[in-house]
């Protein structure tokens, strides 16, 4: 059977990401085939919409040279969702989470959270929304070294300015969940990689947000942690009712999500 246009040109960007390695690019191919089976099985998501992006682009000047990262990407994520954001490097699924997580700007488009338009929110505002409304996990910890555990855990609830007491028994409750109970008075030297993340993820749930954004969040990771972190995100979805939106290059562990979307090139697949 023939190739159609679009699937020639996406094996040719594959291709090219892949640095011209055959064997990378097919693997890839055949990977983008497992999805587009799973989307076909899949029921459509319903409810409440919650991440809205129409039409985003997003370019960057190096030098003199114009670099466009996101090319009108249009997408919908419902309330209480698990998604993962693939793709090869470089192809724009980092940058399509820091503009959902009010990290940056879209050149143009709209990016809604919870329908409030991120573009029109000042600094001091927009500040106050991402502390209340987003979680964020990223691939370093970025645990402070010289508080323990559920101290760490606190800090967003000091920017939000919880009462201590409220915010340390909170710390205790989301190290209960995330299985690190019996470390809240350790220091982050004193954990694993898999703990230190599992104690980032309590820290990004201290302020109870409705949007859980994680960026390569298994990539300091070995297989069996990074499974038991997507394991995690699903179970703080089930538990919590969190949306969790995870960029990720391993499609394997995509998969565990609800539903993934694809890119490549700066385009949605």
């Known amino acids: 059977m023939n190739a159609t246009p679009s699937q020639e040109s996406l094996a040719k960007q594959l291709l090219v990401a892949s640095g011209g390695d055959v064997s990378a690019a097919t693997n890839t191919l055949q990977r983008v085939a497992r999805l587009q089976k799973k989307r076909a099985n899949a029921t459509a998501p319903t409810g409440e919409v919650i991440v809205a992006v129409e039409q985003v682009t997003k370019a960057y000047k190096v030098g003199r040279t114009k670099v466009d990262a996101l090319k009108d990407v249009s997408l919908t994520i419902h309330k209480g969702e698990f998604v993962a954001i693939t793709g090869t490097s470089g192809s724009g699924k980092s940058t399509l989470l820091q503009l959902l997580g009010g990290l940056d700007k879209p050149s143009t488009g709209v990016i809604a959270i919870q329908g409030q338009n991120l573009a029109k929110l000042r600094d001091g505002k927009l500040s106050t929304f991402r502390n209340k409304t987003i979680g964020f996990v990223f691939q370093f910890f970025y645990l402070q070294p010289f508080l323990n555990l559920q101290t760490n855990i606190a800090v967003p609830g000091m920017f939000a300015r919880t009462p201590r007491k409220v915010r340390n028994n909170r710390s205790f409750a989301l190290a209960e969940q995330v299985g690190l109970g019996d470390r809240v008075k350790h220091l982050p030297r004193e954990l694993s990689g898999g703990q230190m ?55 394997e562990l995509a998969d565990i999500a609800d539903r993934t979307i694809m890119m490549s090139d700066g385009k949605i697949v």
């Not at 980032?200 to 749930?205: F, Q, S, T």
């Not at 302020?207 to 997507?230: C, H, K, V, Y």
């Open 197 to 251: 993340q599992r104690a980032a993820i309590a820290r990004a749930l201290q302020n109870n947000p409705s949007i859980i954004l994680a960026d390569e969040p298994t990539g300091n990771l070995d297989r069996a942690n990074a499974l038991a972190i997507f394991e995690l995100f699903k179970s703080i979805r089930d538990k919590n009712g969190t949306t969790v939106v995870v960029v990720t290059h391993d499609v």
